[in-house]
């Protein structure tokens, strides 16, 4: 499977960004998806996941402004960011695991198989 994350940019505090994360292959819909970051000069942190299944999971500092979705039938993945605050800055990736990966596991990056090269999102006043 190979990954292509996009829709990074800067944006003021308060905007709003949507990334995009393709991915390659004819089973997209098997693989749980996931949405890490990684700010300057800090460890790479879980944001998001779409199970394979039904079920979506939040890290707690982004919960009710930013949302996960999918569409299978293109192969995408997305997160949509709202209310971004300069806290969000960071790289984005988007990863899969695969889809019988417990729930309960999909918050550590070590569960993911395979990664996007990543996009910048950058919130600066």
């Known amino acids: 499977v190979q990954l292509q994350a996009s829709g990074g940019g800067t944006v003021q505090p308060g905007a709003s960004l949507r990334l995009s994360c393709v991915a390659s292959?004819?089973?997209?819909?098997?693989?749980?998806m996931g949405w890490f970051r990684q700010a300057p000069g800090k460890e790479r942190e879980f944001v998001a996941a779409?199970?394979?299944?039904?079920?979506?999971y939040y890290a707690n500092s982004v919960r009710g402004r930013f949302t996960i979705s999918r569409d299978n039938a293109k192969n995408t993945v997305y997160l949509q960011m709202n209310r971004l605050s300069p806290e969000d800055t960071g790289v984005y990736y988007c990863?899969?695991?695969?889809?019988?990966?417990?729930?309960?596991?999909?918050?550590?990056?070590?569960?993911?198989?395979?990664w996007g090269q990543g996009t910048l999102v950058t919130v600066s006043s």
């Open positions: 990863a899969a695991a695969p889809g019988t990966t417990l729930s309960s596991l999909l918050r550590s990056w070590k569960s993911y198989d395979y």
């Open positions: 292959g004819r089973t997209f819909s098997s693989y749980s």
């Open positions: 779409d199970r394979s299944g039904p079920g979506t």
